[in-house]
Nanobody
Framework: QVQLVESGGGLVQPGGSLRLSCSAS????????MGWYRQAPGKERELVAT???????YYTDSVKGRFTISRDNAKNTVYLQMNSLKTEDTAVYYC???????????WGQGTQVTVSS
């Protein structure tokens, strides 16, 4: 019943921008901490950014100043605006939802982001 569906990935040149979207269903969206993770080939999945229900955000150091996470609770959607993209940002990006009180965690299917010239 719970679904997280990402969209917006694709191929972009270094310095370009993409906006990822994740639409959630089957959960009470406003009480979940939403996040974006990424996994590059041969590497472990890493946390990129999170946003709480009230809009509080966290970013990993490598994306600070370039990426912006946001959410629209009315649309049950979380976004990741990615600017000044680097080749190192190439990865499968996953949407994540964590219940703010109960140990429940859900994942999207992932969307490929490729930064290449």
């Amino acid at each position: 019943q719970v679904q997280l569906v990402e969209s917006g990935g694709g191929l972009v040149q270094p310095g370009g921008s993409l906006r990822l979207s994740c639409s959630a269903s089957g959960i009470t969206f406003s009480i979940y901490i939403m996040g974006w993770y990424r996994q590059a080939p041969g590497k472990e999945r890493e946390l990129v950014a999170t946003i709480g229900g009230a809009g509080n955000t966290y970013y990993t150091d490598s994306v600070k100043g370039r990426f912006t996470i946001s959410r629209d609770n009315a649309k049950n959607t979380v976004y990741l605006q990615m600017n000044s993209l680097k080749t190192e940002d190439t990865a499968v990006y996953y949407c994540n939802a964590v219940h703010q009180s109960i140990g429940l965690k859900y994942w999207g299917q992932g969307t490929q982001v490729t930064v290449s010239s």
